[in-house]
C-alpha cells in the first residue's frame, strides 16, 4: 500500500473567530485535494471551524490532550472534547510543549494512548535542538524520542510522525536537504510501522515546499506560521499535490 500525503497546519496560540474567513478560503480554493489537508487550531477555534469547513475535506485537530480521560486537570483538554468538537487528529509532544510544560517522553506517550482512546490520530513530534545537532547527537536523541514517544500499538493507521528540529522552527532556518533525508530515511527505517507518514516541520513556506517535498521519505508538513494564511498554506497544499 501506498503512504499517504498530508498537509497540516499549525495555528499555535494564533486565531481568532475572525479568522474563520481563512479557512474558508482555504476550503473554497481546495474543494477536492489530492493530499490530506489538516488544520490544528486553538481548542476554542475547533468547533466553529468544523462548522466552517462542513462539506470541505480539511480536517480538524487539537495541539496537545492530557493523558487523562477527565477528571480534576483545571485549564488542560480531553482527547474526548477535542474529538466531540471536530477533530480528528492531535498534535502531541511538539517541542513547545516538551520545552514550555516539561513534557517527555513517558508524558507524550501517555497523551498519544489517550488520544488513541478516542480514535483520534496522533501527530507525535520529534526534533533535536541545535546544540544536540552540533555535537552529533541528532540521530541518537530522535531515537529515544521516537522510542519512548510512541507506545505499543502504533501503527500508519493511528500515528504519524512529525519530524522538526528545534532550531528550525519558527526561524526561518531549515535544515539542508540531506539532513532531512538522513533522518527521514532513519525514521522510515526505525518507525514501528513503516507506513507511517513522516512529516518534516519548521519554517515550511510556499518558496521552501516543493523541494522539501522533493526529498525521499518526506511525506507532507507540519506548518506554523505559514498555515495562517490561505494562500500560503493552499501554495503549500498545491506543491505537496504537485510532489
Ligand atoms: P513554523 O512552525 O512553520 O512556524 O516554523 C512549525 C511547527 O512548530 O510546527
Not at 153 to 170: F, H, K, L, R, S
Not at 185 to 212: C, E, H, Q, W
Amino acid at each position: 500500500m501506498s503512504r499517504r500525503k498530508l498537509a497540516a497546519g499549525n495555528w499555535k496560540m494564533n486565531g481568532l473567530t475572525a479568522q474563520l474567513d481563512e479557512v474558508r478560503a482555504l476550503a473554497a480554493a481546495h474543494p477536492a485535494p489530492s493530499v490530506g489537508v489538516l488544520l490544528c487550531p486553538p481548542a476554542t477555534l475547533l468547533a466553529p471551524m468544523a462548522q466552517a469547513l462542513r462539506g470541505s475535506a480539511v480536517t480538524l485537530g487539537g495541539q496537545d490532550c492530557h493523558a487523562a480521560a477527565k477528571g480534576a486537570h483545571t485549564g488542560d483538554i480531553s482527547a474526548a472534547m477535542l474529538a466531540d468538537a471536530g477533530a480528528t487528529h492531535v498534535i502531541l509532544g511538539h517541542s513547545e510543549r516538551r520545552a514550555d510544560h516539561g513534557e517527555g517522553n513517558a508524558e507524550v506517550a501517555a497523551k498519544v494512548r489517550a488520544a488513541w482512546a478516542q480514535g483520534l490520530i496522533a501527530v507525535v513530534c520529534l526534533g533535536e535542538t541545535e546544540g544536540q545537532r552540533d555535537a552529533g547527537e541528532t540521530l541518537a536523541v530522535i531515537g529515544a524520542q521516537l522510542a519512548g514517544s510512541l507506545p505499543d500499538g502504533a501503527t500508519a493507521d493511528n500515528t504519524v510522525i512529525a519530524y522538526e528540529p528545534v532550531w528550525a522552527i519558527g526561524t526561518g532556518r531549515t535544515p539542508d536537504g540531506g539532513q532531512i533525508a538522513e533522518v527521514h530515511a532513519f525514521l522510515r527505517k526505525n518507525a514501528p510501522d513503516p507506513a507511517m507518514m513522516l512529516l518534516y516541520g519548521g519554517s515550511v513556506n510556499p518558496t521552501n515546499a516543493s523541494d522539501i517535498f522533493a526529498i525521499a521519505d518526506v511525506d507532507g508538513a507540519l506548518v506554523g506560521g505559514a498555515s495562517l494564511k490561505a494562500a500560503d498554506f493552499g501554495q503549500i497544499v498545491t506543491a505537496l499535490e504537485q510532489a
